[in-house]
């Protein structure tokens, strides 16, 4: 029953954009899409958030498509330490987080 | 940056012994949150706490497991009777509203 549908697998050459796409074709109107990531077996980290607008920040670029059924998360110039699970996620508030498998991206030298 | 601690960084218990697991949260944040994630498996939602009464549960989080926050900076799981299954990474998480702020986890090994 996961709500969002992700690539298991992907990789990048350093110093590209990584751009890793989420479906949900299934959102509510009132669900934000999150991103977080996952390095080894450290906590998940988050990246970033959006309800309907493209929203950027220091570490990534999230683009949500105007039907809100998806999204893609850039990176914009991938290194060796962006290697990671990246988990696209969405809720309708920041209370209950259901992580699904994600994309395993590999960036590559 | 503020960070989200958690204590031990492994646990190794007997089979029916009971675990508490430890986290700090940040200071100034009010909600509070507990996550595992069995060796090679997905990461998966226990409890979220917040105004000390839990808010929202997992299926997972049944009458073995139950949270506390006994000062105004710990908050701890407890795992009464563990089983096998239990071993797994145990993540605690914290926000303020968003997003949440996870912790590097305490790795707990049932033997």
């Known amino acids: 029953d996961a709500k969002t549908t992700q690539p298991t697998s992907m990789d990048c050459a350093e110093g590209r954009a990584a751009n890793l796409p989420c479906n949900h074709s299934?959102?509510?109107?009132?669900?934000?899409v999150y991103w977080y990531r996952q390095i080894h077996s450290q906590g998940p980290q988050y990246i970033i958030h959006g309800l309907k607008n493209n929203e950027t920040n220091e570490m990534a670029s999230l683009i949500i498509t105007e039907d809100r059924k998806s999204s893609t998360l850039i990176l914009p110039h991938a290194t060796l330490r962006d290697t990671a699970v990246y988990y696209c996620?969405?809720?309708?508030?920041?209370?209950?987080?259901?992580f699904g498998a994600g994309t395993r991206l590999t960036v590559k030298p | 940056e503020p960070e989200v601690t958690q204590t031990p960084s492994h646990q190794v218990t007997q089979m029916g012994q009971e675990v508490i697991l430890r986290c700090v949260p940040i200071?100034?944040?009010?909600?509070f949150y507990w996550y595992r994630q069995i060796l090679g498996q997905k990461v998966e939602f226990l409890v979220s706490f917040y105004n000390n009464e839990i808010s929202e549960k997992s299926e997972i989080f049944d009458d073995q497991f139950s949270v506390e926050r006994p000062d105004g900076s710990n908050f701890t799981l407890k795992i009464r009777s563990t089983k096998l299954e239990d071993s797994a990474m145990y993540f605690c998480a914290s926000s303020v509203d968003q997003p949440q702020h996870f912790g590097d986890g305490t790795r707990l090994s049932i033997l």
């Open positions: 200071s100034n944040h009010l909600y």
């Open positions: 299934t959102i509510s109107g009132n669900e934000y």
């Open positions: 996620i969405v809720s309708p508030n920041n209370n209950d987080m259901r």
